[in-house]
Structure formats: C-alpha cells, structure tokens
C-alpha cells in the first residue's frame, strides 16, 4: 500500500499501523472495541467524569466525535499518561 494522504495530513500506512496497534491493546478486553466512552476513559485514568471531560475540552486528550457523543482511543490515553500528563 502507498504512503498516500486521506485527509488533515494522516497517512493511510500511519492509520493503518495505529489501528492495528490498539487492537493489540484491546485483545484483554471482553470484546474488542476501537475507541472507549469518556466514561471508560476516566476509569481508566482513575477520575471522574468532569475532569475527563475538562481535559478533552482543553485538548490534553484528543477525542473522536460521533453524533453526539465523544470517544477516545486507548492509544491517545497512554500518549497523556506517557507524557507526564497536564498541570491543571
């Protein structure tokens, strides 16, 4: 497959490779799933709804918009946590 853009600068082959990385991820869950509720998220990260959402709000944690609601990848939440987190 060749290295070609589909939208905002991401490259088909680093989608592909991210994807394919949080599957691995996901394979000790009951069932797998690409992307967790912002309620998932903070259990994950042990906090509450609130916060999780000020940090999605403040753009510390990218998230992924569906209709309504919002989701986010296991991925973006070990990039935070990798990275020190935020002072808030």
């Known amino acids: ?11 088909r082959v680093d989608f592909e490779s991210m994807l394919k990385e949080d599957m691995a991820r996901q394979r000790v869950l009951p069932h797998q799933k690409l992307l967790l509720t912002v309620k998932e998220a903070g259990e994950v990260l042990s906090i ?7 940090l999605l709000g403040s753009g510390a944690i990218p998230s992924v918009c569906i209709g309504r609601s919002r989701r986010v990848r296991i991925s973006d939440l070990e990039t935070f946590v990798k990275g020190g987190g935020c002072e808030y």
């Open 1 to 11: 497959m060749t290295d070609q853009d589909i939208g905002d600068g991401v490259h």
């Open 48 to 54: 509450g709804r609130s916060k999780m959402y000020d």
